[in-house]
């Protein structure tokens, strides 16, 4: 009788280790895909929404800023308060209007130092107030959710000659 070789029976046993550790493995084949949608769409959603909050702040920053500049030039242009009043409230619509951003959610604040405001070297101080809504909110109405309230001040200088 040959001497009992143990290579043959060391193969044996590794390739049922290797057979029993596919085998183990057999149920998890696939969900690696499953686990890597799911994780994306549960950090990105998020992420998605804070980038376009973000912007809408931004967007209503710029669009204060520049709707106050144009309200101040405006109303110091005019030549009395009625229509200088109109004026400023039509400019602050205007450019919240060209930023996306709804000139109800606006306030208008005008100051005069000294108190005439259509005499010359007074200077007129605007103020323009926007409160931002938090983006996809479909219950505008009743309930109203803001990202924030932004606010911009220009001054400007009644002149001599209009």
Do not use: W
Not at 55 to 71: H, I, L, M, N, Y
Not at 100 to 108: M, R, V
């Amino acid at each position: 009788m040959p001497p009992c070789n143990p290579d043959p029976i060391r193969r044996i046993q590794g390739r049922l280790r290797k057979a029993l550790c596919l085998q183990e493995d057999a149920p998890e084949r696939g969900s690696a895909v499953v686990e890597f949608t799911f994780l994306a769409l549960l950090l990105m959603v998020p992420l998605v929404y804070f980038v376009i909050t973000v912007g809408q702040v931004q967007g209503g920053s710029f669009a204060v800023v520049g709707a106050a500049d144009q309200a101040a030039k405006v109303y110091v242009a005019q030549p009395d308060a009625a229509s200088a009043q109109a004026a400023a409230e039509q400019a602050v619509a205007i450019a919240l209007e060209d930023f996306g951003h709804s000139p109800d959610q606006a306030t208008l604040a005008i100051s005069c130092n000294p108190g005439d405001c259509q005499a010359a070297g007074t200077t007129v101080t605007t103020t323009v107030h926007l409160t931002i809504p938090l983006p996809f909110i479909p219950f505008a109405d009743g309930f109203r959710l803001s990202a924030t309230e932004v606010d911009a001040s220009a001054t400007q200088l009644v002149g001599r000659f209009r």
